[in-house]
């Protein structure tokens, strides 16, 4: 019996014997590893201040909705954007919208003068968009230093005869959607009366929608709210505060948001989220959080100070802090990791340097990061804030005044990101047991990580200390927070956490808390561009030919069974598609990695088996993988095809002495290894689901997998 869909061909067999057009796998009941696969094991990545992750995702319509000065984007944010114009990266792209990843999340709308046009405008380091005159308004803007909200609030001065104002293009409105717009006003002659009006993008003769609001004080900045319903259009729209002619304007912390999103975030991101179905979220950083200080990201979001990415570069809004993050991975279902900010004294002034000492001087000064003392009891204090129920810290009871009644419950918290910037590696484990004893006795549940990769400059990795690092604090230490590929590295570390456990008696389990998995792309790019042209890792982010090698990486990591607890992709969302969804203004759509971790994280796979006679590894493109459900119950097969040309792959299953009545088939697949998905073709990377009951599989099964795809089927 053969069944034939989108490029491939599915066959049952009973007697078929192999031929030299068929590989042949003997699947034996012998499971390779001793716990089952963590159900955590695919799990996610979220950074602040990098990659635009979360702006998008936030329901926020405003750029810059507090007119703060832009900090530019650091140069190691533009190499690992792929903004380089060549390989030395001596010039850098100003003008994104060109760029293979770009969406209209990526925007930087500019606050202009109106009426008028706002842009594009090129993204550089002299970028302050902001326009302040336009020959076709009478208003001029003024940005100066003060306000209520970040460190300078907007000015604006009708000379003219006619209503002018200021205004952001750039608004996707959905009809029927209701937008909840505030800001807060000073009139220097009140009382005065402006408008609110949105415009569709590029036409000024009629408005959406024209509502009048009175400002009645001059003695200080009021706050004054409107909402408004959008009938009819669909589509980028302008927002515009209108002037009347001889008046003058202070405004400050304006804010635009759908009234319908889920505690703030956009639900089109929440969907995308629970689709992927990530088992941990760490957050805030990465390298962001290394400078980070949480209590900058708490409590009414009008009082929260704007800030640089100090790392990074680019404007931090702070409107996204902990506990925004925590109700995102409540509503992802998904368990989270905190990673700290851990204190050294070499934080106070600190400029980042490539290892050839080329480089961006970054000019921030962190005295509050330096001493260990001090951030471990800030620690503490975050892990009161987070998991501890009203009335039992006065931290607790502050989360509970900023609305938030119920302990958030984050269990994993991570010592920090590529600490080998400061620590040497005895200096690392002393300051891990210093912050892990004070927050342990604030939540005895809380699960500390360990950092175990890279080295400081001159000294050994710390991978290799990993015994007198454990020796200092391992009685303190809960997980790995480790970076290394799923090969004999990792069998390595796991051997040596096995021994370490058998010693001490406790058990560590491996994390790698920041997966890539770009492992060998640009070969690929670069033996099939006929141009020749340079193509980088951001080219192939997006790509069907990266989205498999993220599928046989975790085929590999699933390998080692549960002794692998999480691995996080890097990153959830948007990153110039190094991500597993995309969140445009317009809508959102899993990546093509964001397919293959959709299929991944829902397989029942659990015990993976022996193969007689067969090895396989993350780097061939080219490999199957049998394995029993939790309750044994049912069998998972996988293909693995990255190559040009179709496989056949027949299953022997008479070791196993079981009989399967039905079948379920999902197929990844794509026209070829560059396909990806975009807003327009959000399913360019094709999935197809066939389910068959009343079979009798015994024998064999005979998979034909076509070119560049992945086959899984489930035997019941």
Same mark, same amino acid.
């Given at each position: 019996?053969?069944?034939? *869909?989108?490029?491939f061909?599915?066959? =049952?067999?009973?007697?078929?014997?192999?031929?030299?057009?068929?590989?042949c796998?003997?699947?034996?009941p012998?499971?390779?590893v001793?716990?089952?696969?963590?159900p955590?094991?695919?799990s996610n990545f979220?950074?602040?201040?990098?990659?635009?992750?979360?702006?998008?995702?936030?329901?926020?319509m405003?750029?810059?909705?507090?007119?703060?000065?832009?900090?530019?984007y650091?140069?190691?944010?533009?190499?690992?954007?792929d903004?380089?114009k060549? /390989?030395?990266?001596s010039?850098f792209?100003?003008?994104? %919208?060109?760029?293979?990843w770009?969406?209209?999340?990526?925007e930087?709308?500019a606050?202009?003068?109106a009426?008028?046009?706002?842009?594009?405008?090129p993204?550089?380091d002299?970028?302050?968009?902001?326009?302040n005159?336009n #020959?076709?308004?009478?208003?001029?803007?003024?940005?100066?230093?003060g306000g209520i909200h970040g &460190?300078?609030?907007l000015?604006?001065?009708?000379?003219?005869?006619?209503?002018?104002?200021i205004?952001? &293009?750039g608004?996707?409105?959905n009809?029927?959607? %209701?937008?909840?717009?505030?800001?807060?006003?000073?009139?220097? /002659?009140?009382?005065?009366k402006?408008?609110?009006?949105? +415009?569709?993008?590029g036409k000024?003769?009629?408005?959406?929608?024209?509502?009048?609001?009175?400002?009645n004080t001059?003695a200080e900045?009021e706050?004054?709210?409107i909402?408004?319903?959008?009938?009819?259009?669909?589509?980028m729209?302008?927002?515009?505060?209108?002037?009347?002619?001889g008046?003058?304007l202070?405004?400050?912390?304006?804010?635009?948001?759908?009234a319908h999103?889920?505690?703030g975030?956009?639900? &089109?991101?929440?969907?995308? !989220?629970?689709?992927?179905n990530?088992g941990?979220?760490?957050?805030?950083g990465?390298c962001?959080?290394?400078?980070?200080?949480?209590?900058?990201g708490?409590?009414p979001?009008?009082?929260?100070?704007?800030?640089?990415?100090?790392?990074?570069?680019?404007?931090n809004?702070n409107?996204v802090?902990?506990?925004?993050?925590v109700?995102?991975?409540?509503? !992802?279902?998904?368990?989270m990791?905190y990673?700290?900010?851990v204190?050294h004294?070499?934080?106070?002034e600190? @400029?980042?340097r490539w290892d050839?000492?080329?480089g961006?001087?970054?000019?921030?000064?962190?005295p509050?990061?330096t001493?260990?003392?001090?951030?471990a009891r800030e620690?503490?204090?975050?892990?009161a804030?987070c998991?501890?129920?009203a009335?039992?810290?006065?931290?607790?009871?502050?989360?509970?005044?900023?609305?938030?009644?119920e302990?958030?419950?984050?269990v +994993?918290w991570?010592?920090?990101?590529?600490?080998?910037?400061?620590?040497?590696?005895?200096?690392?484990?002393?300051?891990?047991?210093?912050?892990?004893?004070?927050?342990? *006795?604030?939540d005895?549940?809380?699960k500390?990580?360990?950092?175990?990769?890279?080295s400081r400059?001159g000294?050994?990795?710390?991978?290799?200390?990993?015994e007198e690092? =454990?020796?200092?604090c391992?009685?303190?230490?809960?997980f790995?927070?480790?970076?290394?590929?799923a090969?004999?590295?990792?069998?390595?570390?796991?051997?040596?956490?096995?021994?370490y456990e058998? %010693?001490?008696?406790?058990?560590?389990?491996?994390?790698?808390?920041?997966? =890539?998995?770009y492992d060998?792309?640009l070969?690929y790019?670069d033996?099939t561009?006929?141009?020749?042209e340079?193509v980088n890792?951001?080219y192939m982010?997006?790509?069907w030919y990266?989205?498999?090698n993220?599928i046989?990486t975790?085929m590999?990591?699933?390998?080692?069974?549960?002794?692998?607890l999480?691995?996080?992709?890097?990153?959830?969302?948007?990153?110039h598609?190094q991500?597993v969804?995309?969140?445009p203004?317009e809508g959102?759509?899993?990546?093509?990695?964001?397919v293959?971790?959709?299929?991944?994280?829902?397989?029942?796979?659990?015990?993976?088996?022996?193969?007689?006679?067969?090895e396989t590894? &993350? %780097?061939?493109n080219?490999?199957?993988?049998a394995?029993?459900s939790?309750?044994?119950?049912?069998?998972?097969?996988?293909v693995?095809?990255?190559?040009?040309?179709?496989?056949?792959?027949?299953? @022997? #299953?008479?070791?196993?002495?079981k009989?399967?009545s039905?079948k379920?088939?999902?197929? #990844?697949?794509a026209?070829?290894?560059?396909?990806?998905?975009t807003?327009?073709?959000?399913?360019?990377?094709?999935?197809?689901s066939?389910?068959q009951?009343?079979q009798k599989?015994?024998?064999?099964?005979?998979?034909?997998?076509?070119?560049?795809?992945?086959?899984?089927?489930i035997?019941?």
């Amino acid at each position: 019996m053969e069944l034939k *869909n989108a490029g491939f061909i599915l066959s =049952l067999s009973f007697s078929i014997a192999c031929t030299q057009h068929t590989d042949c796998f003997k699947v034996t009941p012998e499971i390779m590893v001793e716990k089952p696969i963590s159900p955590l094991l695919y799990s996610n990545f979220i950074e602040l201040g990098y990659g635009i992750q979360v702006e998008p995702m936030w329901g926020e319509m405003l750029f810059n909705r507090s007119f703060e000065p832009f900090s530019p984007y650091k140069e190691i944010n533009k190499v690992w954007f792929d903004l380089c114009k060549n /390989k030395a990266c001596s010039e850098f792209i100003t003008d994104w %919208t060109g760029e293979d990843w770009y969406h209209s999340g990526y925007e930087h709308n500019a606050w202009f003068a109106a009426p008028g046009f706002g842009g594009p405008l090129p993204i550089d380091d002299s970028s302050t968009f902001f326009i302040n005159e336009n #020959l076709q308004s009478p208003v001029k803007l003024e940005q100066r230093k003060g306000g209520i909200h970040g &460190e300078q609030y907007l000015f604006a001065k009708n000379s003219g005869e006619d209503w002018g104002g200021i205004a952001q &293009e750039g608004k996707f409105l959905n009809a029927n959607n %209701t937008y909840l717009f505030s800001g807060h006003f000073k009139a220097l /002659k009140a009382p005065l009366k402006i408008e609110i009006r949105v +415009y569709p993008e590029g036409k000024w003769e009629d408005p959406l929608h024209q509502i009048p609001i009175l400002i009645n004080t001059k003695a200080e900045f009021e706050k004054l709210e409107i909402r408004f319903t959008n009938h009819d259009y669909t589509g980028m729209a302008t927002l515009a505060i209108w002037i009347p002619p001889g008046s003058e304007l202070n405004i400050d912390a304006l804010s635009l948001m759908p009234a319908h999103t889920i505690r703030g975030w956009r639900p &089109e991101a929440i969907a995308c !989220a629970n689709r992927v179905n990530p088992g941990v979220i760490r957050f805030p950083g990465g390298c962001f959080a290394s400078f980070y200080n949480w209590r900058d990201g708490i409590g009414p979001h009008d009082t929260r100070k704007p800030q640089p990415s100090y790392f990074w570069g680019g404007l931090n809004y702070n409107d996204v802090g902990v506990a925004e993050l925590v109700q995102f991975a409540k509503a !992802a279902n998904a368990q989270m990791m905190y990673c700290l900010n851990v204190f050294h004294p070499l934080k106070e002034e600190w @400029d980042h340097r490539w290892d050839d000492g080329t480089g961006t001087k970054m000019g921030f000064e962190f005295p509050e990061f330096t001493d260990v003392e001090v951030g471990a009891r800030e620690a503490a204090n975050l892990v009161a804030y987070c998991n501890l129920p009203a009335g039992t810290h006065p931290m607790a009871d502050l989360r509970v005044s900023h609305g938030y009644p119920e302990p958030f419950g984050i269990v +994993y918290w991570e010592m920090d990101n590529e600490v080998h910037r400061w620590f040497s590696h005895d200096e690392y484990a002393r300051a891990v047991n210093v912050y892990a004893r004070v927050m342990k *006795n604030v939540d005895p549940a809380i699960k500390v990580g360990l950092v175990t990769y890279g080295s400081r400059k001159g000294g050994p990795r710390y991978s290799e200390k990993l015994e007198e690092m =454990l020796e200092i604090c391992g009685n303190q230490v809960d997980f790995l927070a480790d970076r290394r590929g799923a090969g004999p590295g990792l069998d390595n570390m796991l051997q040596r956490l096995r021994d370490y456990e058998n %010693t001490s008696g406790r058990y560590i389990a491996y994390c790698n808390t920041e997966k =890539l998995f770009y492992d060998g792309q640009l070969n690929y790019a670069d033996n099939t561009q006929d141009s020749g042209e340079w193509v980088n890792r951001s080219y192939m982010f997006s790509k069907w030919y990266f989205g498999m090698n993220v599928i046989k990486t975790f085929m590999a990591f699933q390998r080692r069974g549960g002794d692998v607890l999480f691995v996080n992709f890097n990153n959830l969302a948007n990153t110039h598609n190094q991500c597993v969804f995309n969140t445009p203004k317009e809508g959102a759509y899993l990546s093509a990695s964001g397919v293959a971790l959709e299929s991944l994280s829902r397989s029942p796979a659990a015990w993976p088996l022996i193969i007689q006679d067969y090895e396989t590894d &993350e %780097t061939d493109n080219y490999q199957v993988q049998a394995a029993w459900s939790r309750d044994k119950q049912a069998l998972v097969l996988y293909v693995f095809n990255r190559t040009e040309l179709s496989r056949k792959a027949e299953f @022997d #299953l008479t070791l196993l002495k079981k009989t399967f009545s039905s079948k379920e088939t999902i197929i #990844l697949s794509a026209d070829g290894p560059l396909e990806m998905n975009t807003l327009d073709n959000p399913d360019a990377i094709v999935k197809n689901s066939i389910s068959q009951a009343g079979q009798k599989i015994n024998k064999s099964l005979q998979v034909e997998a076509g070119p560049y795809s992945f086959v899984q089927v489930i035997l019941k």
